[in-house]
């Protein structure tokens, strides 16, 4: 989604100040002995940001010159230079705006998750103990089958049962052309009101499940992660109740110590696969925590902005005594509640791109 001009002016000051101190610390490297890991990652920065940079360089340049030229304008002069004047304000001006939308072109560049790169999902139970474990694999269940209409493949990573047949928490990967745009708008809380079956008074109970979507990095966005920062450990994996069901170290667990985030993997019966998988979420959550950082040094203006987007906020609640939907983020219910749970999400994502892009138009207008 484009951003506001404002906005967009704000980042690309950000990213500037970024490669000049690149550009500062490459010239002090260029006397060798140094790491070369470290300095590998440095030019390959410089490299990726370039032409952002200097593109954004030309536009402040032009807004120098025009605002020069406008000067010019009011000042007491002749005729003749008064009409240069207007005319190289008008072509620098011109000049500029043609700057600023290959700036808003390749920003959408940078920042757009190409459609085909495999997306991290993550479904955990929030409040209400035993129905928000059941609401996991109901969700996990609607997900895989919207995947599947939409050509999409799903891939387990992770997963914690309950003795219900719930799901503490559950991790999966989904690939295909478009997961992005078709899972995008799934990450928040889901709220499900229903009478559960051991309610004997049929009272409706509420519980929650998050849900966070996280495209996994590519290299050019997360360098590697050195070993000394990683610890990892072997156990055999359990099942509900937490009774063994393996009779190798096959799980495996990886903290990452500059974070404190750790992952689990138990899902596979070799340590090496689940290994990968767990590094594979490590990094994805890595990834989202580095993005939630850039977001964080911008005003508080942008922070309203985005507002919608936060995971702690109630995106989306599933009636069942009504059988209906309702996502809050657009004030859209339906009652095909059925259709829904059976894996026909388009009747939601269809809406929501459709105020994505208003919201789009208005930001830009």
């Excluded at 070369?36 to 010159?65: A, H, I, K, P």
């Excluded at 156990?235 to 689990?264: C, E, K, M």
């Excluded at 040094?297 to 009636?319: F, M, P």
């Amino acid at each position: 989604m484009p951003l506001p001009r404002e906005q967009l002016l704000e980042h690309l000051a950000q990213l500037e100040r970024r490669y000049a101190a690149l550009e500062d610390r490459a010239a002090a490297h260029a006397g060798g002995g140094h790491d070369t890991g470290e300095t590998g990652r440095m030019y390959q920065e410089l490299s990726q940001l370039q032409e952002l940079v200097m593109t954004y360089r030309t536009y402040l340049r032009l807004e120098r010159d025009a605002a020069e030229a406008e000067a010019l304008l009011g000042a007491k002069s002749d005729r003749e230079l008064q009409e240069l004047a207007k005319d190289e304000a008008a072509t620098l001006r011109r000049r500029q705006a043609e700057c600023l939308s290959r700036l808003e072109s390749l920003w959408q560049e940078r920042h757009q998750p190409p459609e085909e790169r495999p997306l991290i999902v993550e479904i955990r139970a929030g409040t209400g103990g035993l129905e928000a474990s059941l609401f996991v694999a109901e969700l996990y269940r609607m997900y895989t089958k919207y995947a599947a209409k939409c050509g999409l493949t799903v891939e387990p990573m992770d997963s914690h049962p309950t003795e219900a047949g719930g799901f503490k928490e559950l991790i999966v990967a989904v690939k295909g052309q478009g997961a992005y745009e078709r899972f995008k708008f799934e990450s928040g809380v889901h709220r499900v009101q229903r009478v559960p079956q051991t309610e004997a008074q049929g009272r409706i109970h509420t519980s929650t499940v998050t849900v966070a979507v996280l495209p996994e990095p590519e290299d050019v966005e997360l360098p590697a992660i050195p070993a000394k920062e990683l610890q990892i450990d072997v156990f055999r994996s359990s099942g509900p109740g937490g009774q063994s069901v393996n009779t190798t170290d096959s799980a495996v667990r990886i903290r990452h110590l500059p974070t404190g985030l750790i992952v689990t993997c138990q899902d596979e019966r070799s340590q090496l696969r689940n290994k990968e998988k767990a590094m594979r979420v490590l990094r994805a959550r890595l990834l989202d925590r580095l993005q939630q950082a850039q977001q964080a040094q911008i005003a508080s203006n942008r922070r309203s902005q985005v507002k919608g987007g936060e995971r702690s906020e109630k995106i989306r609640t599933y009636n069942f005594p009504d059988r209906r939907i309702t996502d809050h983020r657009i004030g859209l219910t339906l009652h095909k509640f059925e259709a829904v749970l059976e894996g026909n999400l388009q009747e939601l994502v269809d809406p929501l791109l459709a105020a994505e892009r208003s919201k789009s138009l208005q930001s830009s207008s």
